[in-house]
């Protein structure tokens, strides 16, 4: 079985810039490709994230592919292997299966890729990637950057008392480092 760490995009990788519809405006934090660097030794990495902007018609699906295969590009040139993006690309109100916090990619990924679930890591700055963390069983991390600081208060008490709460990816990637070192 593997371990993964399953990464929301805008805010917890990149800088969360609104609906992006353009590679100019993907900005990778200075610490991202360190970061999944280290934690591709122990983890297979996916991205999982919510564009709510393509149903609404803000961005377009040729865009869409094209941020992705730049992403996924950037990230082969640091020797970084993204498995898959996942991306919903459904509206809130659409009712969709994919939308976080849904389960479906990380079941779609725990079929494909044999995931332990329980020992894998789900990272994010919205309520739904601490959602989705808590449905799955998963380790859940809510790093501040993004909406994060903005969204903290979401957040209730049974919730934060599950997850790690993380000034961004680095500490994240600590905390996630740490955990292993110590056998829990
Ligand atoms: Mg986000
Ligand atoms: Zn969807």
Request: charged share 25%; with cysteine.
């Amino acid at each position: 079985m593997n371990k993964a760490v399953f990464l929301d995009r805008d805010g917890t990788i990149i800088k969360d810039r609104g609906h992006i519809n353009d590679i100019k405006d993907i900005v990778f934090y200075d610490f991202t490709f360190d970061c999944l660097k280290e934690l591709q030794k122990n983890f297979l990495l996916f991205i999982i994230t919510n564009q709510p902007g393509v149903a609404k018609g803000i961005i377009e699906v040729a865009s869409l592919n094209r941020i992705h295969s730049y992403i996924l590009h950037k990230m082969g040139d640091h020797g970084i292997d993204i498995k898959e993006i996942y991306c919903c690309t459904h509206k809130k109100e659409d009712n969709c299966i994919c939308r976080k916090p849904n389960t479906f990619f990380i079941d779609t990924a725990k079929e494909k890729f044999s995931i332990d679930v329980k020992n894998s890591y789900v990272i994010g700055d919205h309520l739904s990637d601490i959602e989705l963390a808590i449905r799955i069983n998963a380790n859940g991390i809510f790093v501040l950057t993004g909406h994060g600081q903005e969204h903290f208060h979401e957040l209730n008490q049974q919730q934060r008392q599950k997850i790690k709460i993380c000034s961004n990816l680095k500490t994240a990637t600590k905390t996630i480092l740490k955990s292993i070192n110590n056998g829990t």
